[in-house]
């Protein structure tokens, strides 16, 4: 089955454009997810929408979203208001500037997005952008809307189509200084950091991979819960100085 596209548009650099669609890089299928259960019978537990003051339950209608102004106050904002401000989408990439990749900081990036020429038509012109960004050895930037939210992303070449990675604004990465500030600044051993390294270099490349999840099998009616076995000591390594 072919991937299906989270986002279909144009890509344009100055006069050239072509349409393009944006597929998801990363999957979250293989992650391990786990339900909460009644132990006793198996069974799925359901929740419910309980009034904090009254404890009733509130039906689906009566749920409204709200922005807390004061403590135990809140502005209700209805789904037209929010329809009122959302951001108008060109379903247009326009590539805004060029940058280094290295001025990209590790911190900024969000999400991954393969991107593909949709269809036929604007395959060569699909085909000079990625080039043109290529040769410059740069990374283009430009902006598009996801989910009713505007990112910036980082375009590059990827094998014969783009790769795309939407990137974090500024007020969404933290400071790093409240988090290191109180580590002291070590002078190590010169005989220290060698058998680190030795130690490091002697592992074989495949040990250094991370190894994968084994398969887990859901307990479904009322089957008792299958317990998860601790891992196997010789895929344990630790070590120390």
């Known amino acids: 089955m072919a991937p299906r596209a989270n986002w279909k548009g144009f890509l344009r650099l100055s006069l050239v454009s072509c349409p393009i669609a944006l597929y ?3 999957s979250l299928r293989e992650k391990v997810s786990f339900n ?13 929408n ?8 509130v039906p689906r209608e009566d749920i409204a979203r709200g922005y ?3 403590k135990g106050q809140y502005l209700v904002v209805e789904d037209d208001e929010f329809d009122a401000i959302q951001i108008e989408s060109t379903r247009t990439i326009d590539i805004d500037q060029f940058v280094p990749r290295s001025e990209i900081d590790e911190r900024y990036i ?3 997005y393969y991107i ?12 000079v952008i990625r080039d043109t960004i290529g040769k410059m050895n740069m990374v283009a930037l430009g902006r598009v809307v996801l989910t009713r939210r505007e990112h910036v992303i980082a375009l590059e070449p990827r094998d014969r189509g783009l790769l795309g990675l939407t990137l974090r604004y500024p007020y969404e ?3 790093q200084a409240e988090y290191f500030e109180d580590i002291p600044e070590l002078k190590l051993p010169k005989e220290m950091l060698d058998l680190a390294a030795h130690i490091i270099t002697s592992i074989p490349l495949s040990s250094r991979t991370v190894t994968k999840m ?20 010789d895929r344990l390594r630790a070590w120390s100085i």
Do not use: Y
Request: aromatic share 2%; glycine share 10%; net charge positive.
């Open 214 to 233: 084994p398969s887990l099998t859901c307990s479904r009616g009322k089957r008792p819960v299958k317990r998860l076995s601790p891992p196997r000591q």
């Open 173 to 175: 990465v933290r400071d």
């Open 50 to 57: 309980v009034d904090s003051e009254t404890g009733d339950v």
């Open 110 to 112: 969000d999400s991954p």
């Open 24 to 26: 998801p890089a990363s």
């Open 68 to 70: 807390e102004v004061g």
């Open 116 to 127: 593909a020429p949709d269809g036929q038509i604007g395959q060569d012109a699909f085909a």
């Open 36 to 48: 909460r259960i009644n132990r006793k019978t198996g069974n799925r537990l359901k929740q419910q």
